[in-house]
């Protein structure tokens, strides 16, 4: 920092103690050729949050890695679940309680993690998670029966998974303020390039190799992620304080409280369409096994702009609360036209503008989210309490939605009608939060 001069104690010009104490990171990173401003003082770096471009986007590199071997791998659940189907000889519906309750573990275990984050526990927490990662994956390609794909891909690899996603939310989240939401739609791309290279490793490899082996290459894959992403992490250092895992006091918050709320309803009707895409397409439209993997492919493929796009918008012209709310509504809208898709070109055109609303949503809300705290201290705890609400609906909706096919006899109305339905409660619930927040309460 360059030393004071008297002169700036009394600068009007924005480079006083003012400026100097409130200046964040997207400053550092988005070095331009003005001189910076005068520091009147030596402020704590924690306070300053002096970060180089290099660390900050390290960061986020570090955190698409994590969404990479975790959600990258459960967006191409569509694939596992029609070979289990096939292998184990169970219903679509039993298959789906495994990836529930896998995607149920990375949210709900961020009620725990969480607070390890702010307690300074980051790294112990990555390399926790990714050992279980790895070992879930390998003990997956051994599976022969139902029980033990559930404590494999669901249990093992679940907690895996719960240890990396609120850490890895918060770590972007310290190292931006402006610029967060489209820091962590960066990382978040993890989830359809995973989502896209994992089904392709399927492709590839199955028949030459056999579908153990796949799972097992996927797994080094994984594994060398881990090693990378050990070594570039550089979390961000906060006030350590010992706290409860949950602050009941948040949720007196009635911006807070409807937030929560809202995203329950809305997560529990948007995957169901990641889990039976797949089995709709061979059922109702006659889709052959390679045309449904192509399926899945063009969903995690239009996730990339619904994430990049959504989230730069919501940073440079609405603000990320505002952006979201429309793509909820669209979420909601499009899983009701699906009642309507009949024929192989309305069904791409579904899953394309699905995949777009779906992955703007999945982006936003954590950043979203993390504007309801402003405690940096407290981020992660605050961050995980919701991903604990938003587990109870990953963990009940897909099999839920599988209920609803066997009740209407192979009929996908009731689902349909079930996704649309809760997701426009959620879409309600979700604006009262906004106004809330606008009014300050």
Not at 99 to 119: K, T
Not at 213 to 240: S, Y
Not at 337 to 355: E, K, L, P
Request: with cysteine.
């Amino acid at each position: 920092m360059l030393p004071l001069k008297p002169s700036d104690l009394n600068n009007d010009s924005g480079s006083g103690l003012e400026t100097a104490s409130n200046e964040m990171v997207d400053y550092d990173i988005e070095t331009d050729a003005r001189s910076p401003p005068v520091a009147p003082l030596q402020l704590q770096s924690d306070d300053v949050q002096e970060h180089s471009r290099l660390t900050a986007w390290s960061q986020v590199f570090v955190a698409f890695l994590l969404v990479f071997n975790g959600f990258g791998y459960f967006s191409s659940f569509g694939l596992f679940e029609s070979q289990w189907v096939e292998i184990l000889h169970s219903s679509p519906s039993a298959i789906a309680w495994v990836g529930s309750l896998m995607i149920f573990l990375l949210f709900f275990l961020g009620i725990y993690s969480g607070p390890m984050m702010d307690a300074g526990h980051f790294r112990s927490l990555i390399i926790c998670g990714l050992v279980f990662q790895i070992i879930g994956v390998f003990t997956t390609s051994l599976v022969k029966s139902y029980w033990q794909l559930i404590l494999a891909q669901g249990i093992v690899q679940g907690i895996g998974n719960g240890f990396h996603f609120t850490p890895l939310v918060t770590l972007v989240s310290l190292y931006f303020d402006k610029n967060r939401a489209f820091a962590l739609s960066v990382s978040a791309c993890g989830a359809p390039i995973g989502g896209i290279v994992f089904p392709l490793i399927s492709r590839q490899l199955s028949d030459k190799i056999g579908y153990p082996w796949t799972i097992r290459v996927m797994g080094f894959l994984m594994g060398f992620n881990g090693i990378v992403i050990v070594l570039l992490a550089r979390p961000k250092k906060v006030k350590n304080e010992r706290r409860s895992l949950v602050d009941l006091a948040a949720f007196k918050e009635l911006a807070y409280l409807f937030y929560a709320i809202g995203i329950f309803f809305t997560l529990w009707g948007l995957y169901i369409a990641y889990f039976y895409t797949s089995t709709f397409g061979k059922a109702k439209i006659g889709l052959s096994d390679s045309d449904s993997l192509t399926l899945l492919l063009v969903l995690n493929a239009a996730g990339i702009p619904g994430r990049l796009i959504p989230a730069f918008m919501g940073d440079r012209l609405f603000g990320p609360f505002n952006t979201m709310l429309p793509f909820v509504m669209g979420v909601s809208i499009m899983l009701l036209v699906w009642m309507r898709v009949d024929s192989t070109g309305g069904f791409y055109a579904f899953v394309i503008i699905y995949g777009v609303c779906a992955n703007a949503v999945q982006t936003l809300f954590p950043s979203t989210l993390s504007t309801f705290t402003k405690d940096p201290s407290k981020m992660g705890q605050r961050i995980g309490m919701v991903f604990g609400v938003a587990s109870l609906a990953c963990l009940t909706g897909p099999p839920l939605a599988g209920v609803m096919i066997s009740v209407g006899h192979g009929s996908y109305l009731y689902l349909q009608l079930y996704g649309g339905v809760s997701v426009l409660l959620g879409f309600v619930l979700l604006c009262i939060s906004r106004f809330f927040q606008f009014r300050g309460m």
